[in-house]
Nanobody, 115 residues
Framework: QVQLVESGGGLVQAGGSLRLSCAAS????????MGWYRQAPGKQREPVAS???????NYADFVNGRFTISRVSARNTVFLQMNSLKPEDTAVYYC?????????WGQGTQVTVSS
């Protein structure tokens, strides 16, 4: 069993920045992928960014260069740096990890962007 614990969400003005953190109880170096998803009320959960264990990254089109996923493997921690935030970025952001034995999700952290 893997525990993923997110932190860093909060309220920010449009144009501002937040950095989300995801601490994993299992080595992220042994993961297939780590990533971030988000879900706004009444909408489906959608992928935001992901990173493979070798460091390859992938971003959703709506990110448009504003977000960066990174990691500190020695701390089993994945980050999502979010800049130039927009009100439409308001959602619950979930950490996700894929290992040999399946997929795991964090509890989510609320990000609210005011206009």
């Amino acid at each position: 069993q893997v525990q993923l614990v997110e932190s860093g969400g909060g309220l920010v003005q449009a144009g501002g920045s937040l950095r989300l953190s995801c601490a994993a109880s299992r080595s992220i170096f042994s993961s297939n992928t780590m990533g971030w998803y988000r879900q706004a009320p009444g909408k489906q959960r959608e992928p935001v960014a992901s990173m493979t264990s070798t460091g390859s990254t992938n971003y959703a089109d709506f990110v448009n260069g504003r977000f960066t996923i990174s990691r500190v493997s020695a701390r089993n921690t994945v980050f999502l740096q979010m800049n130039s935030l927009k009100p439409e970025d308001t959602a619950v952001y979930y950490c996700h990890g894929s290992w040999f034995d399946g997929d795991y999700w964090g509890q989510g952290t609320q990000v609210t962007v005011s206009s």
